[in-house]
């Protein structure tokens, strides 16, 4: 599917670096460095989901990519059909994803900490034709939870899983892992359309008026991760370890594209064991690890860089406004690049220089990488009439989703007649320094360590449970919100918004204070 002209390229300034898409270049690294390590899964794998760790060459890797995409062009989905992903931080998300793509269809990755509600809006606004699951997640039969999303929505036609002991209903891809079973899908030939400006993936941003589909092109994709690949010098064949979830824009241009234009190898972490992140990236002797922000700060302070420490770390935070107000980085033989993430419209990275201190936000073009006089501009930032921040540029997306929306009414991903997108954070610039001071928390959105929940939506949830209940947003120096709830009967209402399908965050407000006060909820937010 491409949205507006097909003919334009980075040479317009506007659709891309090209005509390579993401399937292209995976083909391109797995015929490069067929017996190379790929794909690792965390060694902890079998504590929150079935199987055990998995390690995967580039041919093994390219073999389950040509198997899923002939899987699903076997079960009659079509070109374009939107496929959704939700799976924890594992081999088979990022198969999956590439299986998708390499079917010729449209990827739409959904975060792991969504429950049935959020799943349902989601898969209905795209008209998701399947959703790819596991079998567990945690203690939570994740694909019977599946099935049931799946019952509510019309266009829904099949659950695929991974995993063993699946219920009735699901299409089981744990085969496709045998030896006996293989596909031989090459890359879609697109013919003289600009393969790079069909849609590749549609991400979910978060307004007042609830979830908003999101939907970018290959070439925007390659355009925010080349712009962290390119501040953070990234060397060829890289041992990359990633704790972000590829169900983002920032997950998907943090881990995906960087992985794929080094063509190295990507060590995954699920969220989130301090220790054996340490291990896995001395064990795999892993160059480049990615964090989110606050995660890598409290490891920074304990030490964690101070010996066999990578060589850089990408940290993503999105709340920028944290990132402004963080310490001092002190590991000096490791570089940090900080990623601001302004929602689903783009990220910017700068490296930190020898201070420790996070380099100050100005508005204007951000070129990558900032010391080079070859710098390539990737995106511009730009304070509107109403004291907002705007950006526009090759990594922004350029068309709402899907076709026609801004005529019916819902909610849709506003882009001006100009390019610019509007991230409704709140912009002040120091007269001083001309440096920005951001408010990360639009209005009507909740933004819990970077999670961002339509506050009437979370009202609605809470109504339709216990109209006596109260909620309320507060300050938190951690995690920038934090929701709080009372009620006459709090584990009746905790359960009734499980049983409802309300988001975890939303029953996570009403937990006695024993409890929140003994747990630390940031890295899991994060």
Known sequence: MILGDPTLSVADGAHGLGRVTISELFHYAARRRPDALALADPA??????????????????????????????????????????????????????????????????????????????????????????????????????????AAEVFSIRYICAFGADLPDGAVSFEDLFSDNVSGHLLPLDRGRDNPAAHVAAITFDVGDSGLV????????????????????????????????????????????????????ALFLHHPFNADLLAWQWREDRCTTVILPGLVAMRLDAAGAFAEEAPHSVIAAWREPQALMQSARWRAPQTALIDVAVFGEAALAPSRRGPSGRPMPFKSGPVAVPRDSSSAVTLAEFIRTSHGTLAVRGPMVPHHAYPPGVERSGLPYFRIGQDGTVDTAQRFVTHPGTGAAVLNSAPSGVVVIGGYRLALR?????????????????????????????????????????????????????????????????SADAA
């Open 44 to 149: 902890n794998r079998s504590d929150f989901t079935d199987g055990k760790p998995k390690r995967l060459s580039y041919a093994e890797t390219n073999r389950m990519v040509a198997a899923i995409a002939a899987r699903l062009r076997g079960m009659g989905l079509p070109t374009d059909a939107v496929i959704a992903i939700q799976l924890p931080n594992i081999v088979e998300n990022i198969l999956a994803m590439l299986g998708v793509l390499r079917a010729g269809m449209i990827a739409a990755p959904l975060p792991l900490l969504w429950r049935r509600a959020d799943v349902v809006a989601a898969l209905a606004r795209v008209g998701a034709k399947a959703l790819i699951v596991c079998g567990r997640a945690g203690a939570s039969d994740y694909c019977q939870f599946a099935l049931q999303a």
């Open 213 to 264: 589909p999101v939907a970018r092109t290959h070439s925007e994709l390659f355009a925010g991760g080349l712009a962290a690949i390119l501040e953070s010098r990234l060397p060829p064949e890289a041992n990359i370890l990633s704790a972000l979830l590829p169900a983002t824009f920032a997950g998907l241009s943090l881990t995906l594209l960087p992985w794929l234009f080094s063509g190295g």
């Open 457 to 521: 939506e979370v009202e609605d949830a809470l109504r339709r449970v216990d109209p006596e209940a109260k909620l309320a947003v507060v300050a938190d120096p951690v995690i920038g919100q934090r929701l709080v709830g009372t009620a006459s009967n709090v584990p009746d209402v905790r359960a009734a918004l499980a049983a409802a399908g309300a988001n975890a965050l939303i029953g996570a407000a009403f937990t006695s204070r024993i409890a929140r006060s003994a747990a630390d909820p």
